[in-house]
Structures are given as structure tokens and as C-alpha cells.
């Protein structure tokens, strides 16, 4: 395993995150993480950032080896926005879409935020007498409304 794969997967587990859960907010595969992890390929350099920021690291952190976790925070705390995201986790919401990135699942339906993670939030509804777990990148959603419970 090379340096950047150690600490891909140090920091992925340090959040109780799976290869599985990395690979959907990342849009790649499973084995896609794992190689990465495992040294036998570097990410693309495209990915780095939203790599970074899933992790709570910067991309510094990734890609030098003369920096080390101990160099790093122990926990990311958000900022700004993010703070507030971190707020509705647990929350009764009705999400708005932006008109071209409607999701019909969802449309007037009560979610509940499970968790925000980089550029994507979870979510969970009853979705035809189903309850559906959802990753929705955040760049596709307007608003959202919170729903008194």
C-alpha cells in the first residue's frame, strides 16, 4: 500500500465509512477504492478534492507524504453551510429541486437527513410503501423545507 492509499483508508475508516458507501458518493466502483487503497492505482486527479473533503483532509494531506494525520485535526468541523446541513441531520424535510434535476421519488414526499457527507446527502423516505434510502448530490437540491414532526 503507498502513503496516499494508507491514509485513503485510515481516514475512511476512521469515519465508519465502507468502500461501498466512498465508491457511491464518489461515483466509482467498489474495487475502484480498493485499488486506491491498496496502492495499485493513484484516484484521478479530478477526484482528489471531493476525496479530501469526504475524508475531512486536504488534498496537501493526500499527496505529501511528509504530512501525517497527526498534522491534521482530529475532526473536520464545518463551516458555514456545512454547519447548517449538519443541523438537519435526523430532520422531517421536503426537499426543492432544481426544475431539471427533479427527483420523482421525492417530489412533495417527508425525507428524513440521515447524513451529509462532502457533496451529498442521505436520505431516507416511504417511497410507495417502501422505505428507500436515497445519495442525492447536494448541487441538485434548491432548498430544503423543515417539516414540523
Same mark, same amino acid.
Given at each position: 500500500?503507498?502513503?496516499? $492509499? ?8 476512521? #469515519? ?8 457511491? &458518493?464518489?461515483?466509482?466502483? &467498489?474495487?475502484?477504492?480498493? &485499488? ?11 477526484? #482528489? ?12 494531506? %493526500? ?18 453551510? $456545512? &454547519?447548517? %446541513?449538519?443541523? %438537519?441531520? $435526523? ?43 436515497? %445519495? ?14
Amino acid at each position: 500500500m503507498n502513503n496516499m $492509499g494508507n491514509k485513503i483508508a485510515s481516514a475512511r475508516k476512521n #469515519l465508519g465509512m465502507t468502500q461501498q458507501e466512498m465508491a457511491d &458518493r464518489l461515483s466509482v466502483t &467498489r474495487q475502484t477504492v480498493s &485499488r486506491w487503497e491498496a496502492g495499485s492505482v493513484l484516484p484521478d486527479i479530478d477526484k #482528489l478534492p471531493d476525496i479530501a473533503s469526504m475524508l475531512g483532509v486536504s488534498c496537501d494531506y %493526500l499527496l505529501m507524504d511528509d504530512i501525517v494525520a497527526d498534522d491534521m485535526p482530529e475532526t473536520a468541523v464545518p463551516s458555514g453551510v $456545512g &454547519r447548517l %446541513l449538519t443541523e %438537519l441531520k $435526523g430532520s422531517k424535510v421536503k426537499l426543492d429541486f432544481f426544475e431539471d434535476q427533479a427527483d420523482i421519488d421525492l417530489f412533495n414526499k417527508v425525507c428524513t437527513v440521515e447524513d451529509f457527507e462532502g457533496n451529498w446527502v442521505k436520505i431516507s423516505a416511504e417511497v410507495k410503501k417502501e422505505t428507500v434510502q436515497k %445519495l442525492i448530490p447536494l448541487s441538485s437540491i434548491l432548498s430544503f423545507e423543515k417539516v414540523k414532526e
